[in-house]
């Protein structure tokens, strides 16, 4: 037993170390501004990864093809990969002329060594040398043989009336035979890239020939949150977006101060274009940003004259792949009144927001920033089909929509 529990707190040891060493995780499409790893079937998609330790680790990838709602499907490896669903990252090169030194790694997918041949949910996991995993990230590839249309609107609930934001969507499948819609389909919901903010369960509320209407009043709601903050860290010696102070101690990493929010219970909105939580690695300081942009420790400050009761504070967003975990974590400083973070995060452009948990672990993303229907948000409808005796969810459609009412 003793050993038992000395195994899985090294297994814990372990992963929380990658955890910090590990950073700047990203996949993402070839395509420049294109955050989005819900792309089409046969679309290259780019990993890219550091690990701070620079000492030159193997690091494998793995790809598992998983069912509608994130558990393993029952497809073999072979019924989906045309060549290997495990391989070594080979594209490996050093960090230059930065203070803080790194390992950059990069695959793209599919690779001559892996062609994968069937829509679905996958889970892409990096594995290290002893074939723990590191870290893992979710894609879909769709099929475009059907038709999701998609359109936002103002909540119509009474008591949301200012706050949410209502999803209606169609689907169309002329090309596809749907014998029992309430069986074989399964739609998800998804706001703003955020596997943590979706909608499931649904069902049609409208049948026409061909033709599938979602039309709820309550069940498609989501909170439509606020447009998130920013920051530009993209030059590491003189101040950029909503830096107030920069500091450095002989030749130690940069400190980059943002300026601190004001915590206000009667926040009232306003627009300010956002991208949607994401984050750009950008420098201006070298003609690489994949290895020429350094780490600097960006210090976040949220001014409120108590702390929360029974809540902590996180920072949020797509940098951490939007995790509460303790390297996010806020501390309350009771001699500036104010909530306090430093979080190591190489130089670019990142979306941010706050976020709240209470003791029952319920996360809240809007209490300190607000939630607003004129908020600026992207949804994206995913379309599942698994007719009767199939081993697996096909995405026969993917439709996006957009929240942008009139400034």
């Known amino acids: 037993m003793k050993q038992f529990v000395t195994l899985i707190f090294l297994t814990f040891l372990s992963l929380f170390s990658n955890a910090q060493h590990i950073k700047s995780i990203q996949l993402r499409p070839l395509q420049e501004n294109n955050y989005s790893s819900i792309v089409p079937l046969g679309t290259v998609l780019e990993l890219s990864f550091d690990d701070l330790e620079a000492d030159g680790k193997d690091y494998k990838y793995k790809i598992e093809h998983m069912t509608h709602d994130w558990q393993k499907s029952r497809l073999l490896s072979s019924q ?39 829509s ?21 590839l769709y099929e475009n043989i059907a038709t ?90 003189n101040k950029s977006i909503n830096t107030i102070k920069i500091t450095q101690n002989g030749t130690d990493i940069f400190h980059h101060y943002i300026y601190p929010f004001e915590y206000n219970p009667y926040l009232e909105y306003r627009y300010n274009p956002d991208i949607n939580g994401q984050f750009v690695i950008r420098s201006l300081e070298g003609s690489n940003p994949d290895t020429e942009a350094d780490y ?74 607000g939630s607003f229907f004129q908020t600026e948000n992207e949804y994206k409808v995913l379309v599942y089909l698994k007719p009767f005796g199939s081993l697996y969810d096909r995405v026969i459609a993917v439709g996006t929509g957009f929240f942008n009412p009139d400034r």
């Not at 892409?124 to 723990?132: A, G, H, W």
């Open 80 to 118: 989906y990969v045309d060549g290997f669903n495990q391989n070594t990252i080979i594209n490996v090169t050093n960090s230059f002329n930065t203070f803080q030194s790194y390992s950059h790694y990069k695959v793209k997918i599919p690779n001559t060594n892996t062609v994968i041949t069937k």
């Open 120 to 140: 679905g949910n996958y889970l892409l996991s990096v594995l290290d040398d002893y074939d723990e995993v590191v870290f893992t990230r979710r894609f879909v």
């Open 148 to 237: 999701a249309g998609v359109a936002i609107s103002r909540s119509r609930n009474a008591k949301k009336l200012d706050s949410q934001q209502t999803v209606e969507f169609t689907i169309s499948h002329p090309n596809v035979r749907i014998n029992n819609p309430q069986q074989e389909l399964n739609v998800v919901i998804i706001q703003n890239e955020n596997w943590n903010k979706t909608i499931t369960g649904l069902q049609p509320t409208f049948f026409q020939p061909n033709l599938l209407r979602y039309t709820y009043t309550n069940k498609t709601n989501f909170e439509g949150g606020n447009e998130y903050l920013n920051f530009d860290s993209k030059i590491l010696r």
């Open 296 to 369: 600097i420790m960006m210090h976040f400050t949220l001014n409120v004259e108590a702390p929360f009761l029974d809540e902590n504070v996180y920072v949020y967003g797509a940098f951490n792949n939007f995790k509460i975990e303790e390297e996010n974590k806020m501390t309350y400083d009771f001699k500036d009144n104010a909530y306090k973070a430093t979080i190591l995060l190489k130089q670019g452009f990142y979306n941010y927001t706050f976020a709240t948990v209470n003791k029952f672990n319920e996360v809240n993303t809007n209490k300190v920033n």
